[in-house]
T-cell receptor, first 110, second 114 residues
Framework: DQQVKQNSPSLSVQEGRISILNCDYT??????FLWYKKYPAEGPTFLIS?????DKNEDGRFTVFLNKSAKHLSLHIVPSQPGDSAVYFC?????????FGKGTSLLVTP | DVKVTQSSRYLVKRTGEKVFLECVQD?????MFWYRQDPGLGLRLIYF???????EKGDIPEGYSVSREKKERFSLILESASTNQTSMYLC?????????????FGDGTRLSIL
């Protein structure tokens, strides 16, 4: 059963605007949440994470928001750039392993 | 920078063959992982290892085994390859258990079973 869900398979945003990628989870025992970015023919690269005791973490253009009561997190990219076009995976941790969502393909158009 | 190296980028094998996928990391990480990535299914964990000679099953271990004889190397073995094991295989490594220690991934092996 999928414990981490990314319900939007794709998203298209204009350059300079905000990209918002969403993720829902079902397991309240997850203690960390991470976002990975993946380009074709490359492995995923770590982008940003957030502890379950926080509700926001910011790193440059990237901000992750966590709403524990709703079991929902989101990744905001501001401003979006064409180089941000990639597949974004949400992941949640409870111990050794990560549970990944199915990914959202982001396209940033000029 | 962490370097996770997978021995092959592309591999073509036949059904019934025994297939070895090799992964090496250079950061002395305790944890190593094997995932497969399929369209519409995301990344699914096959096996992981938290120490030399230690292994744990992930979500989809059937048809696979692993070997970790040295800390830096983690091998995935397809005992008798089948066409449904055609996929992108990704290896990752990380420091020991703390949730915010990100896993570092190799570039993947695209395996085709004919």
């Amino acid at each position: 059963d999928q414990q981490v869900k990314q319900n939007s398979p794709s998203l298209s945003v204009q350059e300079g605007r905000i990209s918002i990628l969403n993720c829902d989870y079902t397991n309240s025992m997850f203690d960390y949440f991470l976002w990975y970015k993946k380009y074709p023919a490359e492995g995923p690269t770590f982008l940003i994470s957030i502890s379950s005791i926080k509700d926001k973490n910011e790193d440059g253009r990237f901000t992750v928001f966590l709403n524990k009561s709703a079991k929902h997190l989101s990744l905001h990219i501001v401003p979006s750039q064409p180089g941000d076009s990639a597949v974004y995976f949400c992941a949640a941790s409870s111990g050794y392993a990560l549970n990944f969502g199915k990914g959202t393909s982001l396209l940033v158009t000029p | 920078d962490v370097k996770v190296t997978q021995s092959s980028r592309y591999l073509v094998k036949r059904t019934g063959e025994k297939v070895f996928l090799e992964c090496v990391q250079d950061m002395d990480h305790e944890n190593m992982f094997w995932y497969r990535q399929d369209p519409g299914l995301g990344l699914r964990l096959i096996y992981f290892s938290y120490d030399v000679k230690m292994k744990e099953k992930g979500d989809i271990p059937e048809g696979y085994s692993v070997s970790r004889e040295k800390k830096e190397r983690f091998s995935l073995i397809l005992e008798s390859a089948s066409t449904n094991q055609t996929s992108m295989y990704l290896c990752a490594s990380s420091l020991p258990v703390t949730g915010d220690q990100p896993q570092h991934f190799g570039d993947g092996t695209r395996l085709s079973i004919l």
